[in-house]
């Protein structure tokens, strides 16, 4: 549970961050929390569409991973 909780999320930012669709999906399937808030108010869709990552942002707004249901601009201009 710890692992799930506590390292998921963060792997699932730095993956986002980094263009890491696969390990994105692995993560998905295993459970993790895609839309979980980071420190600095980002999740993983946010760190995707700031880096131009398309594909992930499509695959996780297709999971409803957006915060309370928005979506974001920089996301739409992306994945449209």
């Given at each position: 549970?710890?692992i ?10 730095q993956a ?10 692995v993560?998905?399937a ?17 760190y995707?569409?700031?880096q131009?990552?398309?594909p ?25």
């Open positions: 549970q710890f799930k909780g506590s390292l998921f999320p963060l792997l699932s930012m986002a961050l980094n263009g890491h669709f696969e390990v994105i999906r993560l998905a295993y459970g993790a929390d895609l839309g979980k808030v980071a420190s600095d108010g980002n999740t993983p869709i946010h995707a569409a700031r131009g990552f398309g992930i942002c499509k695959f996780l707004s297709q999971r409803g991973e957006q915060e309370q249901g928005v979506v974001l601009v920089q996301v739409m201009n992306i994945v449209t």
